[in-house]
């Protein structure tokens, strides 16, 4: 793995036993110790990790918001400075390029975060786009870190580290917005994001940085027994909270109508990238569409794993494992819209030859409490 990209907090990692796995161009810890009780932390405490595999890329200019109505399927216009968007990038045939967050930090200054797999190619697609468009496009995806704050003790952990005059401010900060300040000393992007179901912010950070901001936020959360989180943690996090994953669910195979993105677009008047297709198909309703599936027995149906009902195949499983939350398997699966299925029918997912009874269900399969 000696080609592959190293997190500015890798020897961090290191010292904390973590092991190691690739994602995309990097090398980024998979778990520390255990990765179940790294979920249930964040379930139930506090967790932190480290995301600086994550894109980062400034678009500026007097057109910025215009431009990135054009160039994402969503109306960023509208957006108030200090909110944050997730929105999709679609390829003029309507594949989904890359699902991504984006932060309106100033009237004329947007923050995108694309994911780890898709920055280059998302950053390619945006300079291509800008020709028309008055916007300055930066990558500084190797230029700083993305260290995550998750779970029910997140605010208690982060705030005391936030300077004086903003604790209030990021106290308050509501969910998809996002302000400037200080964080243990260090300038950092705050925002109310995540990726696991439960409260928390995202911190950007300049990798210089990182580290003490890591070393200071572990100190913080020691009262709460903070865990460091690796990307299995976080993977079996947004599986239990039905959130889709790049490669997994979204791949450039479907649109965001498929994705249950419509919504975003369904009053949006300008053109876009893909616009044409992508309203034909919202016309015409999805093929297929991502579905919920559970079942009380305990063979877990893995990515890959076929759907029937009866002897009909209706779909394919993306992702699935046993919920360390539910105590019972969960399951997302592109399925057939053509099958008609509604939550409690039953289906069955092929594991290894074998068929095993699953039931249709509404995501996601966990919800915290407010």
């Known amino acids: 793995m000696s080609d592959l990209l190293h997190s500015p907090l890798h020897a961090e ?37 480290d995301l600086s595999h994550m894109g980062e890329i400034w678009v500026n200019g007097a057109d910025a918001a215009k431009f990135l109505s054009y160039a994402f ?72 870190a993305l260290i995550a704050v998750q779970g029910p003790k997140a605010v208690e952990v982060l705030v005391p580290l936030v300077e004086d005059n903003k604790q209030d401010a990021v106290t308050e900060l509501p969910y998809y917005a996002a302000t400037l300040g200080k964080v243990a000393g260090k300038f950092a992007v705050i925002a109310r994001t995540g990726y696991t179901g439960e409260d ?27 865990k460091p989180c690796g990307l299995a943690a976080r993977d079996s996090l947004r599986l239990e909270a039905g959130m889709p994953l790049y490669g997994n669910e979204l791949s450039r195979d479907i649109t965001p109508v498929e994705a249950g993105m419509s919504r ?18 919202a016309a015409e309703g999805p093929a297929v569409a991502i579905t919920g599936l559970e079942s009380d027995q305990r063979r877990a149906a893995r990515g890959g794993a076929e759907v029937y009902v009866g002897d009909k195949k209706v779909g394919t499983v993306t992702s699935g494992q046993p919920s360390p939350s539910l105590g019972h398997p969960v399951a997302l699966a592109l399925i057939d819209t053509a099958a008609n299925l509604k939550p409690g029918d039953e289906v069955e997912a092929d594991i290894r030859g074998k068929r095993y009874p699953f039931t249709v269900t509404e995501t996601p399969f966990y919800k915290r409490e407010k």
């Open 200 to 226: 928390g912010f995202e911190l950007i950070v300049y990798n210089s940085d990182a580290k003490e901001l890591w070393d200071e936020l572990l100190k913080a959360g020691a009262e709460y027994d903070i």
């Open 264 to 281: 975003a677009f369904a009053k949006k008047e300008a053109d876009f990238v893909g616009a044409d297709v992508i309203r034909q198909r």
């Open 73 to 144: 399927i969503s109306n960023f216009e509208p957006l108030k400075v200090g909110k944050a968007k997730y929105s999709m990038i679609a390829a003029e045939d309507g594949g989904i390029i890359d699902d991504l967050i984006t932060y309106r930090i100033e009237d004329e200054k947007f923050l995108v975060v694309p994911n780890a797999s898709n920055a280059e190619t998302v950053f390619a697609a945006l300079e291509e786009r800008a020709a028309d468009f008055d916007v300055d496009l930066k990558d500084e995806s190797r230029d700083v």
């Open 13 to 49: 990692h290191e010292k904390l036993g973590a092991s190691f796995t690739a994602f995309g161009p990097w090398n980024m810890p998979l778990k520390y110790d255990n990765e179940l009780e790294e979920h249930r932390a964040v379930r139930t405490s506090v967790g932190l990790f």
